[in-house]
């Protein structure tokens, strides 16, 4: 096939400053023997669907590859693939012998953020692959979320969010990965701070199919009263004078919404609730001056 010169395509070409990163030479379309192809080794994305390559298996066998996958040519004549290994899996998978790609110059350390950026704006990752993206780039780069936002085409705001789901425990990363639960049921165990209370509403949530507004309301009722289950209102006495007292004046001094919490056996709690760590240290500032007077 004869050599067609062309620019980078839509996004890549926008999103990869060429002269910033020192990249020479032009892109070009070529069909490349699949058995000179070698799989790039921090290609960002690690799980492939059995069932989505099947049917993109299917559409290939159908109509072909419709877009060419991104290549880089090595000293020894093999090729280096940079992005596009659904489509180049898929097109081994059906027995065909040769794919066409985009022939890139690029040294070593632009590979990655070539494949990094390619797929994170083709949106063709998952949210914890995407959200690993993110981080490799902004670590191997020393990008800040701002740049890194100018980087790869995405609101800071959505890039902190991702890089948010890598607290959650590994369990529950690995069921966002699979599929098992989205993003909006993610960002709303994030609001638990407790890494046991998040794995069990994540439990809870495969279990009893909850939808992201019922998990919402769990985090809620957790974050109320430490539990994800209502306590039914029972015909307690009613908490004394002093009871309703001592709160009032915890709630004054600390300046924040104290609660006190008790059973019919006057056995409870004392909580002091807090938005971040500043509070927190405001707070305890507070209790060492009690404490030393």
Request: no cysteine; net charge neutral; proline share 3%.
């Amino acid at each position: 096939m004869a050599k067609i010169t062309t620019g980078l395509g839509k996004g890549l070409g926008a999103l990869i400053d060429t002269d910033s990163l020192n990249v020479g030479g032009s892109s070009s379309i070529n069909d490349i023997d699949l058995d000179l192809i070698v799989v790039n080794t921090n290609q960002p994305r690690t799980h492939f669907d059995p069932e989505a390559m099947e049917e993109l298996a299917a559409s290939i066998r159908e109509i072909g590859v419709v877009s060419p996958i991104t290549l880089r040519k090595n000293e020894n004549g093999t090729y280096l693939l940079i992005a596009g290994e659904r489509r180049y899996r898929a097109a081994k998978m059906i027995g065909l012998k040769s794919i066409p790609a985009y022939i890139r110059t690029a040294a070593d350390d632009q590979v990655m953020e070539m494949a990094l950026v390619e797929n994170i704006q083709r949106e063709d990752l998952n949210a914890i692959e995407i959200a690993l993206a993110f981080y490799r780039l902004m670590e191997e780069y020393k990008l800040t979320q701002e740049r890194l936002s100018d980087r790869v085409g995405k609101k800071r705001a959505t890039i902190a969010n991702y890089l948010r789901l890598l607290r959650l425990p590994a369990e529950v990363q690995i069921g966002i990965k699979d599929k098992k639960i989205d993003m909006g049921h993610a960002r709303a165990i994030l609001g638990l701070n407790d890494p046991v209370a998040q794995l069990h509403l994540y439990e809870m949530i495969l279990k009893q199919g909850f939808s992201v507004r019922k998990v919402e309301e769990l985090v809620r009722l957790y974050n109320e009263t430490e539990s994800f289950e209502k306590k039914r209102p029972t015909a307690s006495k009613e908490k004394p004078a002093e009871y309703q007292e001592l709160k009032s004046r915890l709630t004054k001094l600390f300046d924040a919404r104290v609660k006190l919490v008790s059973d019919d056996r006057g056995k409870g709690r004392i909580i002091i609730p807090f938005k971040d760590d500043d509070e927190l240290t405001r707070i305890m500032g507070l209790l060492d001056h009690i404490d030393k007077n």
